[in-house]
């Protein structure tokens, strides 16, 4: 992994078992820079996920999850 690259475009698909996310770097017009792809357990991209919407939480300043908002992008498990 680049810890330098930051990615315009992402992507996730799930199969059984499995989540597959493709993360890309475009420029202009279009034109693909990089592209990385990951595969995760289905325990790990429901880990990933609790971890982007409290990321998410802290980034809008807010205590709770955002229900019926835009900001609501991140599925929340629990509920």
Known sequence: ??????ATHSFVRAAPGR???RLERRVKAGTLARGMFVEFT??????MARDLQECARIAIGTDG???GKATDLLFDPRT
């Open 42 to 47: 289905a325990a790990q991209a429901l880990q």
């Open 19 to 21: 989540v597959f996310v």
């Open 1 to 6: 992994m680049d810890p330098q690259a930051e």
């Open 65 to 67: 999850p955002a229900r």
